[in-house]
């Protein structure tokens, strides 16, 4: 089935400095989404992108959707000590609006 | 604020016992989803529902089965629960096929011993 290979599994960085994260996959999909998991909770939608090309913000974060609809990046800016969680790129299928597919995840930690 | 609430938060069962988890919402969306979490696999849609008594399979359906008779409850069964199904379970809600703004609940921790 179609995979999304988020990269990388984890980051260890200090507080301040900026992130980024990405997530590929072999087939197009025709939205990315990037949800953000904080311990014991259920994921949050942080951004979704709809359009190849599209560049997106939402306050420090900033999503692409890549060019030929195979790949997608998360950046985050002046990291936090709350950005602490676990990152997921998700898209629907194609063809099946209702499947949605998850990468494994990118696991932050923030030192501060 | 929650308008989505699994219970229970933990369940212990024994192999070979029958499971049911239970997802409610209160805000009358259409679409709900049912998806397990495990490490290093991200979360995987177990079924979906497009409305009541609408469900249909998602990747990894098989041993599961689920039910829908009111808009606002979605339950999930494990009929002869076995170890591979521990895990962390997810529901989802969603008004729109567009947007994608899935909310989810904060999970079933289920372990089969």
């Known amino acids: 089935g179609q995979q999304l290979n988020q990269s990388p599994q984890s980051m260890f960085i200090q507080e301040g400095e900026d992130v980024s994260m990405n997530c590929t996959s072999s087939?197009?999909?025709?939205?990315w989404l990037w949800y953000k998991q904080d311990p014991g909770e259920g994921p949050v939608l942080l951004i979704a992108l709809y359009k190849a090309g599209e560049l997106t913000s939402n306050g420090r974060l900033t999503a692409q959707f890549g060019i030929t609809r195979k790949d997608s990046f998360l950046n985050i800016s002046a990291s936090i000590p709350s950005d602490v969680g676990i990152y997921f790129c998700?898209?629907?299928?194609?063809?099946?609006?209702?499947?949605?597919?998850f990468g494994a995840g990118t696991r932050l930690t923030v030192k501060p | 604020d929650a308008g989505i609430t699994q219970s229970p938060r933990h369940k212990v069962t024994e192999t070979g016992t029958p499971v049911t988890l239970r997802c409610h919402q209160t805000e009358n969306h259409r679409y709900m989803y049912w998806y397990r979490q495990d490490p290093g696999h991200g979360l995987r849609l177990i079924h979906y529902s497009y409305g009541v008594k609408d469900t249909d399979k998602g990747e990894v359906s098989d041993g599961y089965s689920v039910s829908r008779s009111k808009t606002e409850d979605f339950l999930l069964t494990l009929e002869s629960a076995t170890s591979s199904q521990t895990s962390v379970y997810f529901c989802?809600?969603?008004?729109?096929?567009?947007?994608?703004?899935?909310?989810f609940g904060s999970g079933t921790r289920l372990t089969v011993v």
């Open positions: 998700a898209g629907p299928l194609v063809g099946n609006n209702n499947d949605m597919r």
């Open positions: 087939s197009i999909f025709n939205t």
């Open positions: 989802a809600i969603s008004d729109s096929q567009e947007t994608y703004g899935y909310t």
